[in-house]
């Protein structure tokens, strides 16, 4: 079955701070990997997945299969980056979601 | 176009209760899955319906828990006999096909409140 873990469930950074969630993997060949993103009363989104290789709201995300991981990362962390994101594994029907981390910055 | 939808957005019901909640997908998404969304735990995934095929319920956690798409759209989730633990916000989510490469996209959620 695959896991995905989030080892952080608070993560609380000054605003400027570069910011870094992370999230690791089940092994598996060819690994489909997302970033969701909820902010306060909105609904759950999409906010990048691995195959695009794209920024988007200057948070990246690299693959890296020897460690199973899958960092999202931002050099300088606005107080609208304030919200609870979560890492997907998919490559099955079901997505495998991790317990998610709550991302505060402040001012 | 629209997104999915849940009704009702909040629902308080007492213990012992049953109640029904609604979700309706994003028209020609084939994938509809359903999930538990608690304090500490994440997203719990409960069900997935694609298709015509047989749902797979493997994260539906008991059998008061159940769940229907009609027509292969609109979907409701019922929870029999209600206790104060199935307290959680429940979302909905659909894809086009239901592959794990794709992209879901979830509804507002229902918030449950068993009192």
């Known amino acids: 079955a695959q896991r995905v873990t989030q080892p952080e469930k608070l993560l609380s950074v000054f605003k400027g701070a570069p910011v870094e969630l992370k999230c690791n993997y089940s092994y598996s060949g060819s690994p489909e990997l997302f970033w969701y993103v909820q902010y306060s009363r909105q609904r759950l989104q999409l906010l990048l997945r691995?195959?695009s290789r794209e920024s988007i709201k200057g948070f990246t995300a690299d693959l890296n299969k020897g460690e199973t991981s899958f960092h999202l990362k931002k050099p300088f962390a606005q107080e609208e980056d304030s919200a609870m994101y979560y890492c997907?594994?998919?490559?099955?029907?079901?997505?495998?979601f991790g317990r998610g981390t709550s991302l505060i910055v402040h001012p | 176009g629209a997104g999915v939808s849940q009704s009702p957005s909040n629902k308080v019901t007492e213990k012992g209760k049953d109640v029904e909640l609604r979700c309706d997908p994003i028209?020609?998404?084939?994938?509809l899955y359903w999930y538990r969304q608690s304090l500490g735990q994440g997203l719990e995934f409960l069900i997935y319906f694609q298709g015509n095929s047989a749902p797979d319920k493997s994260g539906l956690p008991s059998d008061r828990f159940s769940a229907e798409r009609t027509g292969g759209s609109v979907s409701t989730l019922t929870i029999q006999r209600t206790q104060q633990e199935d307290s959680a916000v429940y979302l909905c989510?659909?894809?086009?096909?239901?592959?794990?490469?794709?992209?879901?996209?979830f509804g507002p959620g229902t918030r449950l409140l068993v009192l």
């Open positions: 997907a594994q998919g490559g099955s029907y079901i997505p495998t």
């Open positions: 989510a659909s894809s086009l096909e239901g592959r794990g490469v794709e992209t879901q996209y």
């Open positions: 028209s020609g998404h084939t994938a």
């Open positions: 691995h195959i």
